[in-house]
């Protein structure tokens, strides 16, 4: 069973910057895709960024340039820098681990995380 654990969600100001942190038990961290969602009231939830393998990555258009994500796999550790916020960013976040082992494909979910950007 694998956890998924986030943290450094928070109030900020527009043109602020936020790093996102989702810790993973488990073996299986280095060699799952790692992405991040997230979920604005009343929308859908969507893709942030992804990072697949050691540093190949995938962002939505509406951050790229803005947000960066990496991933650590000694600490089983991938992160979401945010920079130039804005309140569109506003949402919960959620961290996500995907992929296949052994023929059997597997997705796990964060709790989520809250991000509020003030203008």
């Known amino acids: 069973q694998v956890q998924l654990v986030e943290s450094g969600g928070g109030l900020v100001q527009a043109g602020g910057s936020l790093r996102l942190s989702c810790a993973a038990s488990g073996s299986i961290f280095s060699i799952s895709t790692m992405g991040w969602y997230r979920q604005a009231p009343g929308k859908q939830r969507e893709l942030v960024a992804l990072i697949i393998g050691r540093d190949s990555t995938n962002y939505a258009d509406s951050v790229k340039g803005r947000f960066t994500i990496s991933r650590d796999n000694a600490k089983n550790t991938v992160y979401l820098q945010m920079n130039s916020l804005k309140p569109e960013d506003t949402a919960v976040y959620y961290c996500?681990?995907?992929?296949?082992?052994?023929?059997?494909?597997?997705?796990?979910w964060g709790q989520g995380t809250q991000v509020t950007v003030s203008s």
């Open positions: 996500n681990l995907s992929g296949n082992r052994y023929g059997l494909a597997y997705v796990y």
